[in-house]
């Protein structure tokens, strides 16, 4: 069996449409990027009455938003300590509030497009790889149950069996509240969305500048130009271009995440596995996640493979690697789909809402764009109508840029790759070797 490199997710979903390539001359609200954020901006602002156009550079819906593992969650990458650190105390409470607000409106698109994407209200566990890790999940619970009104249940290690059939975790935080999905099916369904409400969809026209005209803006594209009365860019971790997008460039950058697929196992052994059938990540270096598929029949795990392009063969070799550490029974099961995309990854972990030179913007999603995504993408829209309901605590976060990024190729990718899959790995799995031997 050959290995497939598309994802797992374009085995099914729905036929793609027919779409223009050219975009018309004018229009009142334009978006650049048709993913999840892109869609959801469209949304928004059609069903308030608006005209809509959205280009893509490529097919909509064939970065991000449907390479994802399509894990539902939506609070902040960092703990409550780490992000009140950069952000300051207020701003990391509202963050942490407002993730029951990004599950609203998700469940309400799906809602509304009546969009049947698999979605499964069953959790997510997060894994402690050793002893420490353990101990800082007892306080990340402690303080969020203290000062914020986002679910959290502390899981010791004599109960991560109720979650998970392996023995390699000191502890866990369960988050009730997250879900998982097909992502596949999600872009779907917001697409139809989308086309119902009469926005025009474009694809394969990548948008190089936008810049101010005369009390709007002009966007050019490969073939002339568009003016807009409003804008919004939605490009996250695909973001290419000059003038604004250059800007963007040196703060969001493109991270690649990995993810393969078993063949089908049985029932029994899935059981086994998985016995919560949570959305299921680790603490360590690897940044491991993994899932059962929708249909209940594989395993589809993702991870840091490589911070740096490799080949799909490498990839699904390296995190196979990570999956029998915590599953030796499935050493002999085939390796069916390996496939990456990029994440939109920001210096400070945290997505941004904002506007520079009356352009608006949401990205920034550090792996957390199924929720997230949609909600920043509502948020964008109602920010630029004027809308009171464009608020939202990810407008007060601010994008950060370091001296050595210019915005080309993340060049310094490479040595964090070497400190992630070596150092730190290797630091990881020595500790993680001695607490399991002195375990009592």
Not at 11 to 39: I, R
Not at 293 to 311: H, K, N, V
């Amino acid at each position: 069996m050959s290995l497939i490199t598309t994802p797992y997710w374009w085995d099914s979903g729905a036929p793609l449409p027919v779409l223009p390539e050219t975009p018309p001359k004018t229009t009142d609200f334009l978006v650049v990027g048709a993913g999840f954020t892109g869609l959801s901006a469209a949304i928004t602002a059609a069903r308030e009455g608006v005209s809509v156009t959205l280009v893509d550079a490529g097919v909509p819906g064939q970065g991000a938003s449907t390479r994802n593992g399509g894990m539902a969650g939506a609070h902040p990458r960092l703990s409550l300590a780490a992000t009140a650190k950069t952000w300051g105390w207020d701003t990391a409470v509202a963050l942490f509030n407002e993730a029951n607000a990004a599950y609203e409106n998700l469940h309400e698109l799906i809602a509304f497009g009546q969009i049947d994407c698999d979605y499964q209200h069953c959790g997510r566990v997060q894994l402690a790889w050793t002893r420490q890790h353990a101990e800082n999940q007892r306080k990340l619970a402690a303080d969020m149950q203290e000062h914020t009104d986002f679910p959290v249940e502390l899981v010791s290690k004599a109960q991560i069996r109720d979650h998970i059939g392996s023995d390699q975790y000191f502890g866990a935080l369960y988050y009730p509240t997250h879900g998982g999905l097909h992502p596949r099916k999600l872009h779907d369904g917001l697409m139809a969305t989308a086309l119902k409400l009469g926005v025009q969809i474009v694809q394969n026209c990548p948008v190089w500048d936008v810049s101010p005209y005369k009390g709007s803006f002009t966007a050019r594209h490969k073939g002339g130009a568009i003016t807009a009365d409003k804008v919004i860019l939605a490009t996250n971790g695909y973001t290419s271009g000059k003038g604004i997008f250059a800007h963007l460039k040196r703060r969001v950058f493109p991270l690649p995440s990995f993810i393969i697929a078993t063949e089908p196992l049985p029932a029994a052994q899935i059981a086994s596995l998985a016995p919560g059938r949570r959305m299921m990540v680790e603490s360590r270096a690897r940044h491991s996640y993994f899932r059962i598929s929708p249909d209940g029949t594989r395993i589809l795990w993702g991870g840091r493979a490589s911070m740096t392009p490799t080949s799909p063969e490498n990839a699904a070799a390296k995190l196979r690697e990570s999956m029998v550490q915590v599953w030796p029974e499935l050493a002999d099961a085939k390796i069916t789909h390996s496939w990456t995309g990029n994440t939109g990854f920001a210096f400070n972990q945290a997505p941004h809402v904002g506007e520079k030179d009356g352009i608006h913007y949401a990205l920034g999603y550090c792996g957390g764009g199924v929720v997230l995504a949609p909600y920043l993408g509502m948020k964008a829209a109602y920010r630029v109508l004027g809308d009171p309901r464009g608020e939202t605590a990810y407008g007060l976060t601010r994008f950060q840029t370091r001296p050595f990024h210019l915005g080309g190729k993340p060049w310094f990718l490479t040595g964090a790759n070497l400190w992630y899959n070596n150092v730190a790995d290797t630091r990881e799995t020595a500790q993680a070797r001695k607490d399991h031997q002195n375990a009592p």
